[in-house]
Each structure stands twice: as structure tokens, then as C-alpha cells.
């Protein structure tokens, strides 16, 4: 293989175990596994995760419909957008999927009433995000018409907040919990009370419980990455004293060793040029695969434990290192994220180069690459 990601399944385990350790025995626990578990291999993850999960959660419906098709069984929430098409089948397979349109109940409706089924839905609230989600003023001639739809079961309401990590001032977190107070308000004035009701993802979780209400949506900390590391200060200084791994290695083997001499140029554009005579190594990756072109002539990768820099740009498929003072030969084992030995490459590091967060560094890694379950 020229490049592969290995997915320590202990870590995974004990990552989600860490969470649960947190809720009440009534909170669920949802292990949102969208965008290829975040980058970490659908395939490989969501088995992991339903093994300690209650949900799982997806964006879309072939997420959804590839969970089933690895034979788990336990809820699955489509939190994304859906066509009408498609209705029939998140129906067929009991998902449940998030409403915030009324297109998409009728929808919905017409296909559990095709099926002489129940379509369970949840309601996405807008409390000041401003992505998807149903504003507070349109809630009630929303709810009253969706109850006049057959075939639809009102199971859960939900919200997310917009900057919960932010632990200098929550006053906006707050104001988004009162919201979604009294949006629960205006529901149970309706008659609905949905036994599912979440707002917490993984900030959400360490640092304010009070969120939780009775399920969580555990994120980015299901992986073994926290949100930021002011969230990771605050859980501790707050006693969520809980040790995250991440379950993350991406690999790739040196494809070939090369002399270039003092003056040469490493690379496109000349962004590089020999101070001196030097051993150049060659990846077989680049930015196609995920490694990001902001990583030229800055990034670091692993090599037998020691941290050697990344020359020159960083092409589609290729990535050149010098390798002068460490010992190396064509094959070798290169870890560009994750550890080796004593030395670790972790997402946060990645992300502080380019410019970015973990989130994407993990997200954005080519899900061709092969994800392989290790531990």
C-alpha cells in the first residue's frame, strides 16, 4: 500500500467508554460517525462505536444505508438534508431523520403512509446558529401541521450550539439553552413531548451538563481529539478529568533516497534550495490524499522516531523530506499523523500549521485510503 490509516481500536473503546462515564445511566449516547466517521473509516468506526453507543449518528442517507449494510442494527439518525425521493427508504429502514421543512414531513408522511408505517422524526430548533433548523416564531404552525400529517411520530428535538467551546464567555451558549427551553415550551403547549431530546456534542458534554437533557451527540471526542484545548483545560479545571487517545495513525513507506546537491531545488515553484549536500527522501503522497499543500516546506513526519521536515512543495502525489541526519532506506515506515516510538504527530499540530482545525485535518483525509482496524 502506498498510504494507509491504521484505527486503534482500544482507543476508540475506551474514547466513548471515557463519555459514558460522564452521563447519567438515562442520558443515550449518540457517536456521530458522519463524513467517514470523520475521516477515521465508516466501516471501521461505526461497528466500534455501536458496540458502546445507543445512536449512531450520519448526515446522509447513504451513510445511513452503509451502516446497515455492515449489519448494526441500533438507531441511526440522519442529521442532514434528504431529498423527497429518498424518503422511501430512510422509512424502509427505520431511520430517523431530521425535520425542519414541511416539504420534507409531507414527504415523510406520504411514504410511511405507503408503507403502512411510522416515520420517527426529529425536530431540529433554531436557537442561533442559523444553519438548518426550525426558528422559534415558525415553531407552532410547523408542529400543528406536521401532527396533522399521518404516518409521522414526533420522537426527538434538537438543537447545537454555535461557540459552546468558547469557555472565556458562555453568555452565548446560555442564551442558546434558553432558547431551546422555550422552544421545548412552545412543543409541550402543542402535546408533544419527544422522549429524545439533545443538545450537547462533545464541548457540550465536558463542560456543561446541564445540556444533556436525555441524549448526547458525541462528536469529535468519540476519536480521541478535543474540540480545543481551552475545552480541555476547562473539563479538567471543572473535574471532567477524562483521558482522550486518538485512534489515529496514517502511514505511508518512503518510496525512494536521493542525493541532491548544494544549489539544487527540491520541488515546484523553487521554493527550496540546497544549503548544502543532502539526502532526500520521497513519499509517495500528497495533497490528493489529504496531506495539505500549506504543509511545504513547514510540516513535520516521523521517521524511526525522529521528526523530520517536509522541502519543497508539496506536489498532488508526492512529498519530499530531508532525511540527511536519520538514518533511512527506501520502504521505510513514515507516520504523518500519530505516533511512533517516543514522538507523536497529532491533528491539533497539523491544523495549527495550515491554519485550520482537527476536525478538517482528519475530515479531509482521502476516504480511498485504506482504514484498518489495530489493538
Not at 437533557?213 to 479538567?236: D, K, N
Not at 485550520?356 to 482528519?362: N, P, Q
Request: net charge neutral.
Amino acid at each position: 500500500m502506498l498510504t494507509w490509516i491504521e484505527i486503534d481500536s482500544a482507543a476508540a473503546r475506551h474514547n466513548i467508554d471515557s463519555f459514558r462515564s460522564l452521563l447519567t445511566p438515562a442520558t443515550s449516547l449518540m457517536v456521530v460517525v458522519k463524513a467517514n466517521a470523520y475521516g477515521h473509516g465508516l466501516n471501521v468506526y461505526a461497528p466500534l462505536a455501536a458496540e458502546r453507543a445507543d445512536w449512531l449518528g450520519v448526515n446522509a442517507l447513504d451513510e445511513a444505508l452503509e451502516i446497515r449494510a455492515l449489519g448494526i442494527r441500533i438507531p441511526v439518525a440522519i442529521l442532514g438534508y434528504t431529498e423527497a425521493d429518498q424518503m422511501n427508504a430512510v422509512v424502509a429502514n427505520e431511520f430517523r431523520q431530521v425535520v425542519y421543512r414541511e416539504d420534507m414531513a409531507a414527504a415523510l408522511s406520504a411514504a410511511a403512509v405507503k408503507q403502512n408505517s411510522t416515520a420517527l422524526i426529529h425536530l431540529k430548533l433554531e436557537t442561533g446558529t442559523n444553519r438548518q433548523g426550525i426558528p422559534l416564531g415558525e415553531l407552532p404552525n410547523l408542529v400543528r401541521r406536521i401532527q396533522a400529517m399521518p404516518g409521522l411520530n414526533i420522537e426527538g428535538a434538537y438543537t447545537h450550539f454555535a461557540n459552546i467551546e468558547d469557555t472565556l464567555d458562555p453568555s452565548f451558549a446560555l442564551r442558546q439553552l434558553e432558547r431551546f427551553r422555550e422552544a421545548m415550551s412552545v412543543l409541550e403547549t402543542s402535546g408533544v413531548r419527544p422522549p429524545l431530546v439533545h443538545a450537547s456534542a462533545t464541548a457540550g458534554t465536558l463542560l456543561y451538563p446541564e445540556t444533556g437533557f436525555t441524549m448526547v451527540r458525541l462528536g469529535i471526542g468519540a476519536y480521541g481529539i478535543w474540540p480545543s484545548r481551552e475545552t480541555q483545560l476547562a473539563a479538567r479545571e471543572r473535574g471532567r478529568k477524562i483521558v482522550l487517545k486518538p485512534a489515529m495513525t496514517w502511514k505511508t513507506r518512503v518510496a525512494q533516497i536521493k542525493t541532491v546537491e548544494a544549489g539544487e531545488h527540491v520541488s515546484y515553484g523553487l521554493t527550496y534550495q540546497a544549503s548544502h549536500r543532502m539526502k532526500v527522501a520521497v513519499l509517495p503522497i500528497g495533497y490528493y490524499d489529504g496531506y495539505d499543500r500549506k504543509l511545504s516546506n513547514g510540516g513535520r513526519v516521523l521517521i524511526h522516531g525522529h521528526a523530520v521536515p517536509v522541502i519543497g512543495r508539496v506536489a498532488m502525489n508526492m512529498t519530499m523530506l530531508d532525511v540527511t541526519d536519520v538514518p533511512c532506506q527506501p520502504d521505510d515506515e513514515v507516520v504523518l499523523l500519530g505516533r511512533q516510538g517516543k514522538a507523536e504527530i497529532r491533528a491539533e499540530d497539523l491544523a495549527e500549521k495550515i491554519g485550520t482545525i482537527a476536525y478538517e485535518v482528519v475530515a479531509r483525509i482521502n476516504p480511498r485510503i485504506p482504514r484498518i482496524p489495530s489493538g
